[in-house]
Each structure stands twice: as structure tokens, then as C-alpha cells.
């Protein structure tokens, strides 16, 4: 008998499990009965078994959970806010309509601990653990990283309070739980986090009926090490990987795709081009409805084409990816400052630095934005304010990928600052991340003529690489006075209300002025500022 859509939501308390069927264990009933009742248009009964067995029809094939999440009515999700999420995962609901679906589900604060500790014990264990985990998923699968990193902690903290209390009861469903909880901090920029959870996951595999745990786990593990620049570390993950029981089925590629992609970039920093493009000929733009492994594809790409690619085409592969994946690159994401930054370095080895400028943003508070500025000042000739710039960046917490950049920018900047002692220490600081490290790709940075004056060993790859940056010595160079006026001119300020600001006399301020202009050849404000664009001073 077709029941009403609208019939009241089961509890927390009454539902099933997130994964594994309460009154049997074949997955292969749940979808005979799930089945029949959208035949019989049961919406209450479909809603409940998708939301009590989500995890398990997931790992099913996908086009019979999607062809049965299309069958039933939108409204029936409401139901069920486990349901809700799995439909928006897999088939993006509207968002209006997922926010109102799972967005008033009521949780635990993570930080309450007494209350996780009630409900740990409690027969909803397993139920909460499901509800947590589906709706950190929809929410990461939508772009909303900073609600789905909180519910991340959730899902470590009570899943962990949960397998001590419980065992029996969650222990088989919370290593997919902390390999979604790793995911998700990874693609939030936590990755230290993600990498906890990871191996928390890798290594309670054994508990979970799901055969894909161990093998995913440590291939987002060599994912998230290999963005970082952590290549020795990303090489043994990988390696895990490999040695681990390969997956069938649909699920086997998406898996594929991100242990890929550390593998490209493993090649591409310790400049292996054939193992590097070998790799990124099998590498293919996900199309599954969880597209935020995408720019990670991007990202490899523009690595590859800065060394060994056509730059041109890449830049605009990149902005056009930036744009197509803009959901997925905003509120915290890793992999937003690395495209944006891989945009800004491709510009750049091509002579373009202002548009370099325009592409990496003004955010100084990101690494990636530091130490990109850097970069650009570098190569401008400007090497005072890149060795300030370098010297910043190096005071903020940053990725091995950005220090080894820095530590380059730094010496490179302080040798042509004509401070050889302060260059060759940096650089010793430099020989011993490039080592640690395995980033060789950073050593080519540098321009053949400096690394031998730094005392740094020569690079020999063998396989073509270009040095991406090269120094332009004859950038037009202004002082520091001269740089004031150029800034204040360009917020319409006049040389009144600049010389005010600097505590200096009009009539020194109309000197430096003077000055500028000769510099830049021009004879009025508005040329000066047009000239300044042009030459990458602005």
C-alpha cells in the first residue's frame, strides 16, 4: 500500500544502521526489498532502507543506487536526512533543497564530550555515526568545506569514543568513517589531520567488510603528501597502495585516479619525465559526482607543462578549470591556492607578471599567494622585496613544496643582493630540503649560473627540462621614495596627501616624483600608472 510521502521522519533511535543490514547481512536482500518497494511506490520503506544501508549500496554498482534514488520522489527524502545526503552525493540535489533536507538534523557538539560519551554507550551509535558521516559527505561534496571539517571532528571523535564502548557494534563501519572524515580535512587544507585519520582508517581495514579501505587510504595518504611536497613520505603511501589488494568494480577507478595523481607528481618533482608522462596519459578529468579530485589532475598538469609542456595551452586548461571547478576551490580548500599559484608560476615563465599578480590574488595570509609574490618579485629583478616577501613567507606555517620554494627565492634574491654569506647559508638551508625532500623540480628554479654560485650540486636530468624562471636583469628599477609615490598616485592620491602620509615635505615628495617619472619615461600620473602595470611594478 503506497505510503505518504509526508509521514512523520524516523528518530535517530529508530533507525537502522549506516551500512550493515540489522536483520540480515546480504546486501543482495536489501536491494530485492529496496527494489520492491519502489514498485510498490512504499517511499517510507525505500527512504529508510537507503538512509539504515547507504555505506553498503555505495559500494554497489552505482547505476542500480542511482537509477533507485532518481525512482523515488524528491520530498520523500525528507524522511530520512541519511537518505538526503546520499541522493545529494550522488546526484547533486538543488540547494535549497539539501540544506533544508540535512540541514536541521540536530548533532553533538564535538567538544561535548559527556554527551558523546552518553551516546557512545547508547543503542544510536551506530544510527549517529551513519547520520555524521552521510551529511560530512554531502556537505564536502557541495563545496562546504568548513561545516564538513567540523563534522569531520565528529565523526574521529565519537567513532574512536564509540569502537571503546561499542566494538562490536561500530568497529565495522568506522574505518570508512575516518577515510571520509581524512578525506575531507585533506581537501580542507588540514592535511597533518587528514593524514591521522587516514592511517587510523588504513589501519582498522581488517574490521571493515568493505575491501577498498586499506588500498584508498593509502592512496589519498600519497594524494595529500605529494601536494604537500612530503615526496618521500608520498612514495612509501603509494607504495602501500600498490601492495594492496586491488578493487573491483566501479569503485576501483576513482580510487585509481588519486594514487595517479600522487604518481605524476612524485615523477614530476624529482624530474622523471617518462615515468611523470607516462602516468598522466591514462589521467582523465573525474566525471562522478564528487569533482573535487579534479583540479587536483589540473594541478599535476601545470606542474608537468612548467618543466616539459606547452605553457600556453596549459594556462588555459588551468584558468578554465579554476572556473569550471570554483565550488570546490573557495572556503579553505588545498587545492585552491596550489592552482592559483601553478597559474601565477606558468604566467610568469612566460613573461607575463601582471597577469602572474592578477592570478595568484593578493591574499598574503596563503603560503601559496607569499610565496608566488615572491617569485614574481624575483624574477622582476626586484630582489629586496623578494628576499622580504621570502623571508615572511618563511615565518608562516607552510608546506615542504612552499619552504623549498622560499629557502630558493632567498638565496637567489640575497646573492644578487650582493650578501654571498647570508646566500650560502640559505642555500645550505636549501641543499638539505632539496635532499630531504626529493623536490629537484625546486633546484631547477634556480638558474644554472646561481646554483654553482650558491655551491649547490648541478641538476643533469637528461630528459629536457627547461628552467621555468629566468631573471630579468633589465626591469626598470625604482627606489623605495620613488615606490611610495608609484602606490599613492595609484590610490588617487595627491603629492600632498602622499607626502603627509610619509611625514616628508611636499617639495621632497615632488623630487622623488620627478625621479619616478624619468625612470619609467613617462611626463604625467596617469601614463605612470599605466607604465608601472605594464612593467609588473604594480
Known amino acids: 500500500m503506497t505510503q505518504s510521502v509526508h509521514a512523520s521522519a524516523p528518530s535517530l533511535a529508530s533507525s537502522g544502521s549506516s551500512g550493515v543490514p540489522s536483520n540480515e547481512r546480504d546486501i543482495g536482500e536489501v536491494d530485492h526489498r529496496l527494489r520492491a518497494a519502489i514498485a510498490q511506490q512504499d517511499w517510507r520503506t525505500a527512504v529508510s532502507l ?41 546526484l547533486h540535489t538543488s540547494s535549497d533543497a539539501v540544506d533544508r533536507m540535512i540541514g536541521d538534523v540536530a548533532v553533538p557538539d564535538a567538544n561535548d564530550l559527556a554527551t558523546l560519551e552518553a551516546l557512545a554507550r547508547s543503542e544510536r551509535a551506530l544510527s549517529l555515526l551513519g547520520v555524521v558521516s552521510s551529511r560530512m559527505i554531502a556537505l564536502r561534496v557541495r563545496g562546504r568545506l568548513a ?16 569502537a571503546v564502548h561499542q566494538p562490536a557494534l561500530v568497529s565495522a563501519r568506522l574505518p570508512a568513517a575516518l577515510l571520509q572524515a581524512g578525506i575531507t580535512r585533506g581537501l580542507a587544507d588540514d592535511i597533518p589531520g587528514a593524514l591521522i585519520s587516514l592511517r587510523d582508517a588504513y589501519e582498522r581495514a581488517s574490521d571493515s567488510p568493505a575491501e577498498y579501505i586499506e588500498r584508498d587510504a593509502a592512496g589519498k595518504s600519497a594524494f595529500f603528501l605529494a601536494l604537500a611536497g612530503d615526496i618521500e613520505l608520498a612514495q612509501c603511501w603509494l607504495a602501500r597502495h600498490d601492495e594492496a589488494a586491488a578493487v573491483e568494480g566501479w569503485f576501483g577507478p576513482r580510487i585509481t585516479l588519486t594514487a595517479d595523481v600522487a604518481r605524476s607528481l612524485i615523477a614530476i618533482e624529482g624530474l622523471q619525465r617518462d615515468a611523470a608522462e607516462s602516468v598522466l596519459r591514462r589521467l582523465e578529468q573525474p566525471v562522478n559526482a564528487e569533482q573535487s579530485w579534479g583540479p587536483g589532475v589540473t594541478f599535476a598538469q601545470a606542474r608537468h607543462a612548467l618543466v616539459w609542456g606547452d605553457r600556453l595551452t596549459t594556462i588555459d586548461r588551468v584558468q578554465s578549470d ?28 612566460v613573461g607575463q607578471s601582471q597577469r602572474a599578480r592578477q592570478a595568484i590574488g593578493s591574499d598574503r595570509s596563503q603560503p601559496a599567494v607569499a610565496v608566488a609574490e615572491a617569485r614574481i618579485e624575483l624574477v622582476g629583478g626586484a630582489f629586496d622585496r623578494a628576499a622580504r616577501h621570502a623571508a615572511s613567507a618563511l615565518g608562516k606555517r607552510l608546506s615542504t613544496r612552499n619552504r623549498t620554494d622560499a629557502l630558493a627565492i632567498l ?53 629536457g627540462a627547461r628552467e621555468p624562471f629566468a631573471i630579468d636583469d633589465q626591469r626598470i628599477r625604482i627606489t623605495r621614495q620613488q615606490a611610495v609615490v608609484l602606490q599613492g598616485l595609484e590610490k588617487g592620491w595627491s603629492l600632498r596627501e602622499i ?18 617619472y624619468q625612470r619609467l619615461g613617462v611626463t604625467n600620473r596617469d601614463e605612470a600608472i599605466a607604465r608601472a602595470y605594464e612593467a609588473g611594478l604594480l
Not at 439 to 451: K, P, Q, T, V
Open 50 to 90: 537507503v538512509g539504515a544501508h547507504w555505506s553498503a549500496l555505495l559500494d554497489e554498482p552505482r547505476e542500480r543506487l542511482d537509477h533507485a534514488l532518481r525512482a523515488i520522489p524528491l520530498e520523500a527524502f525528507e524522511l530520512d536526512s541519511r537518505a538526503a545526503a546520499v541522493r545529494d552525493i550522488r
Open 147 to 162: 561545516r564538513a571539517t567540523q563534522l569531520a571532528e565528529l565523526v574521529e571523535r565519537f567513532g574512536r569514543i564509540a
Open 322 to 349: 579554476r572556473r569550471r571547478y570554483a565550488d570546490w576551490l573557495g572556503e579553505s580548500s588545498v587545492l585552491g591556492p596550489l592552482l592559483a599559484q601553478a597559474e601565477g608560476e606558468l604566467l610568469l615563465s
Open 411 to 463: 638565496a637567489v634574491a640575497q646573492l644578487h643582493l650582493s650578501e654571498p654569506d647570508a646566500a650560502v647559508q640559505t642555500a645550505a638551508h636549501l641543499s638539505d630540503s632539496l635532499q630531504a625532500s626529493g623536490l629537484r623540480l625546486a633546484g631547477l628554479s634556480i638558474e644554472r649560473e646561481d646554483r654553482a654560485r650558491l655551491g649547490l650540486e648541478p641538476l643533469d636530468d637528461g630528459h
Open 499 to 516: 607626502a603627509t602620509h610619509e611625514h616628508l615635505s611636499l617639495n621632497t615628495m615632488k623630487t622623488h616624483a620627478r625621479g619616478l
